[in-house]
Structures are given as C-alpha cells and as structure tokens.
C-alpha cells in the first residue's frame, strides 16, 4: 500500500476508514520515517483504536511511542522559543551598539563646534519657548456640519408607504410586504440603494454619489447619470404603489437624497447590531441574542459591493463581531457540554474565515471531550495545512499544546485550556 502524501487529507480519511491495525501503524511509520508526524500520529491512533482485547502488547508499544512524542514536541517547542529569544536579544544588542555608535559621532561633532571656554552663550527666547502648532488643534466631530432635520423637510401629504426590508448579509435582497422586489436593470440604480441603506440615516449628498459611482466623469456628466440612475431607481421601487409627485421611497432634499422618513424601513443589518449591542449589554440573555444576530449573518455583508472601498471597513467590522459571538457561543456550550452546539458554531467561524486556530483549537477539545481522539488530531493536520497554504505559517503555541495534550491522552478541561490559553497570550504578546 502506498502511504498519504503530506496533508492529503482526503486519502487519510479514507485509508483511516477502511484499513486494518497493521496497515495504519505500517503506513503511520512511514509517515513519521518522511518527517510528517502528525499524519502519523493520527495513523498511529487510528490503529490504536482499532486493536482488539488480546492485543494490548502492541496498544502499550503505540501509546509509549505517542506519549515519548508529545515529549518530544515539547522539547521541539521548548528549542524553538529559546532560539526566537535568543535572536531577539542579539538583534536587541546590535541595535543598542548602533545606537551607542551615532551618539559617540554626535559628541564629536558637537566637541568640534563647541566654542572657546571663555565665551558665553545667551541663549535666545526662540531657544527654549515651546510653539504650539495650530495644525495639531482638531476641529470637532460635527463642526461645520449640520445635519437636516429630515422629518419637517418632506411634504406632510405623502401617501402611506408599506414598508420595506432590506437584506444585506448573503444577498442583496428589497421585500415589500412579503413579495421580493424587482430592482431596475440600472447597475448605478442597486449601487446607489445599497449604499444609501448601509449609511446612517440611509441619506447621501448628490456630490457623494458622483465621486462614488462615477469620479473620472465631469461634473455635468455625472449629474446626468446620477438623475438617471435614481429615476430608474425610483420607478422600481414605487412600482405598485401611487405616490404623488416629489414623493416615494426616493426623496431629494438640498441635493440629499434619502430613503423616505415616512416610510418604514427595515433590514437585517439594524437587527444584527441591535441583538449584538444587546447581547454586550447583558449576562442573562446574552447567548439568546447572539444567536439571534448569528442566525441573520447569512453571508459576507453586501457581497455585490465586495470591492468597493466604501464598504470594506464595515464588512469587516460586521466579520468581527460575528466571529467574536460564535466564539462566546461556541465557548458556552463547550462549557456546559452540549457539544453539538458548540461544533456547530465553531463550524459557522472556519465558514467565515477558514485559518482561524481558535475554531481548530475549539473543534479538536470538542471531539477529545467526546473520546473522538483521532477526529481531534485531524483538525489540527487540516488547521497545519491551511495556514501553511493560505499564510505561509505554522499553528501558534496555544494550538500545538492542545494537539500535544491530546497525543498525551490528557486533553485539557475547559478551565484548564481557558486558563492556559491566557499564559500563552500573555507571553507571546508584543511587550
């Protein structure tokens, strides 16, 4: 039989799944023999499982080898740490000499120019009065801006409008009374919606959205696209409604268009902070509202828009706070053993991001928690393969102790892992 290739993990699975005791242990010396140890190891305890009762002879001779290479890795670790200290010290030194060297050639110049000893120097008020530069006073967050008063700017004689949800997270999606609306084939008109639902107050200056949608433009020709755009914009939105004229869900005021005031508008993206600035808020209910806001983060936020400057930031803080509470949910039913539960939101953080160790971390104390020990050592080979593919690195420390814990037969309890995953943290943080 030929062994797996290093982080062929879909043959590894296989030949797990399908082959006797002596297969596995022959294929995970061979693995070991080639320098891939943790293909091995998960070989090694594949066979380990697999042993029957009168072969106890062969399950002592695995798990002294597993246990000596826990040791061994320790050691490995151990090395390693001492050659990083020892290479930020010597760098410490020669940058501390460098240092010693310019000021050594900064007293020699200052010796060359020092005058005669009998001459005084007066020192001047500019010498010593400290000038405070005015660039340095910043203005106030809202000074120089006023904002509108947006519900005494509109016609009070509008037609009620029903109201509209928008989703954001997933797909790009208006309903409107339950029924998906058709949005105009003007790709300027859906640009201008989803940017004017993701601002506050769902509101943008007329020169916003030239700059934004069309900058290398002349002023003139932009504005015409832009009254266009809206037009097309406007008229599938109002379809099915009758609006009088200057009104309907798009209004302009002072060259500011907005979502109409008098209309009701919701979406997915007010409802998620809402349950996530809740959750912050509270110990009792806190699990109740994440999930909540983790149950409506369906996809990235306005993936339509995925390459425009103007969303990354907020797609990316959305990203963080989605992550952060799958991590306290994960966390809690770990904690209270209700493991399924826990795979499934540590599952949710590796579909958001797919090199995150604390998923891979939480995965493989879920299945040692429930004696799955080799499906504990197969996430840390799959966690090892995608950040060496994706980011040219290897596992942290607090990743490679969970794994040398668990070839140890000595899992860490929660309390244990919360406690050492801290001491990690705290010294391999930049001082």
């Known amino acids: 039989m030929e062994p797996s290739l290093p982080f062929d993990q879909g043959t590894l699975t296989i030949v797990s799944e399908i082959s006797s005791p002596a297969i ?29 009762a009168d072969q106890m002879d062969f399950a002592a001779a695995l ?3 597993i246990q000596s290479h826990a040791r061994y890795l320790q050691a490995q ?16 030194q020669q940058t501390q000499l460098v240092a010693l060297e310019k000021l050594l050639l900064t007293l020699r110049e200052e010796a060359d120019r020092a005058p005669m000893p009998h001459t005084i120097v007066q ?28 519900l005494h700017s509109f016609p009070k004689d509008c037609d009620i409008l029903p109201a509209l949800y928008f989703t954001c997270f997933g797909r790009f999606e208006v309903r409107r009374l339950g029924q998906s609306i058709r949005l105009c084939s003007s790709r300027s008109g859906q640009s201008i919606l989803r940017y004017l639902v993701a601002q506050p107050g769902h509101r943008a200056t007329s020169d916003t959205l030239q700059t934004l949608l069309w900058p290398e433009e002349e002023p003139e020709a932009s504005q015409n696209k832009l009254h266009l755009a809206i037009s097309a914009l406007r008229r599938s939105l109002n379809h099915g409604c009758t609006c009088k004229s200057g009104c309907g869900y798009i209004v302009c005021k002072n060259q500011v268009y907005h979502l109409n005031p008098t209309a009701v508008v919701q979406t997915d993206l007010d409802e998620f902070l809402q349950c996530y600035q809740a959750g912050r808020r509270t110990n009792e209910e806190r699990i109740d509202f994440y999930e909540r ?21 907020q797609r990316e803080q959305l990203s963080r706070a989605y992550l952060a509470m799958c991590r306290v949910l994960s966390d809690h039913y770990l904690k209270i053993k209700q493991y399924e539960d826990a795979s499934k939101w540590a599952t949710a953080i590796l579909q958001e991001n797919h090199c995150d160790e604390w998923a891979y971390r939480q995965l493989m104390l879920i ?13 840390y080979q799959r966690c090892q393969f995608l950040l060496w ?29 919360s406690e050492n995953t801290a001491k990690v943290q705290r010294r391999y943080s930049p001082s």
């Open 24 to 52: 596995l242990l022959e294929s995970g010396i061979h693995c070991t023999r080639k320098g891939h140890y943790v293909e091995g190891m998960i070989y090694f305890t594949r066979a380990r499982e697999r042993l029957s």
């Open 63 to 65: 798990d002294a080898f």
């Open 77 to 92: 670790e151990a090395l390693h740490t001492t050659s990083r200290h020892f290479v930020e010290a010597d760098t410490e």
């Open 123 to 150: 020192p001047t008020k500019d010498s010593w009065e400290y000038q405070s530069p005015q660039s340095l006073q910043l203005p106030s967050a809202d000074s120089n801006f006023e904002q509108p008063s947006l």
């Open 293 to 313: 806001a983790c149950r409506l983060y369906t996809g990235p936020f306005l993936p339509e828009d995925r390459y425009a400057d103007w969303s990354f930031l």
């Open 367 to 379: 299945y040692a928690a429930q004696g799955c020990r080799s499906e504990a050592l197969q996430q």
């Open 389 to 417: 593919e994706e980011l040219g690195v290897h596992p942290s420390p607090e990743t490679a102790h969970v794994f040398q814990s668990i070839l140890a037969h000595e899992p860490p309890s929660y309390q244990e892992y």
